[in-house]
């Protein structure tokens, strides 16, 4: 590297860290665990003993690897067991199975979409607020687009055009309604690709998020394992011929190794724990965690965006208050994760509160004693 090209990276650097945006990681270790109030392991499967026997059982069967990309030697039983339990599950013809969120929302985008658009001379709609993944598929797919406020639908859509949104935002938990999202498709001719990532699992009475219950509305949808399955990975879900148009098509999925044996085993598992009896006590848990968590906010008034999901907000405003609240916080042995612009306007950078079945309810009473240690 040039001076030049290092002077201007060390340029951008301190620039970052002056004005407390600098990201690090947070190593976490196996002995040492905070109160986790930063995690998306919204139903604690993570951790759970079935879950962790599905994968050592299928390390004894398969190891540790895929072993290849799925069009060639990767895809096993277990890959095409987990394709047909989604499609059981949530009331689609085919899904597809992706790494990550990420590659599984811009592959749909760059590849799908992008096929439908320019055969039929559509454009995206898209919410304000949508994942960044969405995001980078909309810039790097070459089709028009438009973005709406948030929360609300495109009224002048079209037959070939598309409309991209969350069903609970990542950064505020607040969410689409279900019943005015089934009203709008009924009556708008605008094809929906919806992200159901923090949805699944935790909406609805078996777990199936939004997807399961607007299978009818939604054009395409996207599934995430990482959050409530305490898993990882992604899988697009649709109709046979959109999904074998991505798998023939869509190099996000072609050429990346496909996922391991053990990982897609564990997510079996989870789902089946999801869709019993043990899921709805643990999305009850949660919900009387959402419940205190709400309650507290009002009470001591903390500004924050109204959300009735896992996810809930306290807005500080100013980056270094919310960086140092965060530290006193994280030394209290409370792990809360802070979020900043970028990734939110200048002057709202907040605590963001990842709630989960599993947290000690006197934990969330807690940290709101420190916060309110704070104002005085």
């Known amino acids: 590297m040039n001076n030049s090209n290092r002077h201007f990276i060390t340029t951008r650097l301190e620039q970052r860290r002056d004005s407390n945006l600098y990201r690090t990681q947070q190593v976490r270790t196996a002995s040492a665990r905070p109160a986790q109030l930063s995690s998306n392991d919204y139903l604690g499967l993570a951790q759970h003993p079935r879950v962790k026997a599905a994968a050592q059982q299928a390390i004894d069967n398969w190891g540790v690897g895929s072993t290849g990309s799925p069009l060639l030697s990767g895809y096993t039983q277990l890959h095409q067991q987990l394709e047909e339990t989604l499609c059981d599950w949530l009331g689609f013809e085919d899904a597809i199975l992706f790494n990550t969120g990420f590659a599984a929302n811009h592959g749909a985008i760059t590849c799908l979409l992008h096929a439908h658009c320019q055969a039929q001379g559509g454009r995206i709609y898209a919410d304000r607020l949508i994942h960044a993944s969405m995001v980078e598929g909309m ?161 001591y008034q903390y500004h924050s965006v109204a959300s009735d999901s896992a996810i ?35 002057g709202t950078a907040r605590l963001r509160i990842s709630l989960s079945s599993t947290v000690d309810m006197k934990m969330i009473d807690v940290m709101f004693d420190h916060l309110n240690a704070e104002r005085t």
């Open 139 to 299: 810039l790097n797919s070459g089709i028009r687009f438009k973005r709406v406020p948030h929360l609300t639908w495109p009224s002048t859509a079209q037959t070939h055009d598309w409309f991209i949104s969350e069903s609970i935002y990542s950064m505020d938990g607040d969410r689409l309604s279900i019943a005015q999202s089934r009203d709008f498709t009924e009556q708008s001719p605008v094809q929906w690709l919806l992200d159901d990532a923090h949805g699944i699992g935790v909406i609805g009475e078996h777990g199936e998020g939004y997807l399961g219950q607007l299978n009818q509305q939604v054009k395409l949808g996207t599934i995430t394992f990482g959050k409530a399955l305490g898993a990882s990975g992604a899988a697009l879900v649709g109709s046979r011929d959109d999904i074998d148009e991505i798998r023939q098509f869509c190099r996000e999925y072609i050429y990346s190794t496909a996922m391991p044996p053990m990982q897609v085993a564990a997510i079996l598992a989870s789902i089946e724990i999801v869709r019993g009896r043990e899921g709805q006590l643990r999305r009850d848990a949660l919900n009387e965690r959402i419940a205190r968590m709400k309650e507290l906010i009002k009470k």
């Open 312 to 346: 809930q907000t306290i807005i500080l405003g100013e980056e270094g208050r919310a960086m140092a609240t965060g530290k006193r916080l994280k030394e209290a042995g409370i792990d809360v994760s802070v979020v900043r612009p970028p990734t939110v306007p200048k």
